[in-house]
């Protein structure tokens, strides 16, 4: 009996430890959580001397809701094209309505002799950038070199990033797609087979003039491919052209985004665009 007595004692006082361990698990849960200070006073100032490292008083980040997917527009940006409306564009020539091939959620460019004809502009203009497009040249291969699935895409409407089937397709370097057309070509190859769609995301820096307009800083530009980075803030030698060297011999801080009427019948579809400020963010 006495052995007995003391098992259940020792149980008793078992249950009653481990109560206590319980309860106090329970305490810790219901404290508070440590708050952490938003921001400091007292640090160092950062080279600048306008702020401190963890500046309590430094303005934060706006706050942008991103898309579901990376190709969905940010509640920041402009959509350019939605699939089924054109408005935010215009033909090059005079101004006219945009008369390229919508339909099926793409447009599409047209073939020789419809409408005006001609590459196509954003009416609203711009300078720094980030602009998302998706394009895709024909599944059925007619041509070569650069007379296959050629368009481009043209910041401030002059600074180009060459759109060409460049899938198997022997061209010149400086002339593949997402190249600096006549100037740099991509770091890597990273086209899809014709027919499949390819995405461009590109972040655009504009070039800047002082007031006697002289250049204090060249244009640059970003490009992923498909995911693939192609070109690294590169910069442009100007304003793109053929068969020429590029300059900065005019001042051109702004434009609309251009897209190019080469004669092949490529499609874009999913286009939009976030104003940026660059050396303005505090």
Known sequence: ????????????????????VAQEKDNKKAEAPKEHPTGYTDTPFLPDGKWR???????RPEVVTPGKTAA????????LFDGTSMDQWEMEKAGEPCDWI?????????????GVGGYIRTKKEFTDVQLHIEWASPAEVVGNSQGRGNSGVFFLGAY?????????NKSYADGQASALYGWKPPLVNACRKPGEWQ????????PRWDESGKLVKKAYVTILQ?????????????????????????VLDHGPIKLQDHGNPVRFRNIWIRELKFGSND
Do not use: C, W
């Open 1 to 20: 009996m006495k052995t007995q007595s003391i098992a259940v004692t020792g149980l008793v006082a078992g249950l009653a430890l481990a109560a206590v």
């Open 53 to 59: 490292v963890h500046d309590d008083a430094r303005p």
């Open 72 to 79: 969905d527009a940010p509640s920041d940006a402009i959509v």
């Open 102 to 114: 919508v339909k099926d959620g793409v447009v599409e460019v047209p073939p020789k002799g419809h």
């Open 160 to 168: 180009e990033v060459q759109v060409l089937d460049s899938y198997d």
């Open 199 to 206: 995405t461009y995301d590109i972040v655009f820096e504009a």
């Open 226 to 250: 498909n995911g693939v980075l192609t070109q690294h803030r590169q910069e442009y030698l100007g304003p793109t052209g053929h068969k020429q060297v590029a300059n900065y011999d005019k």
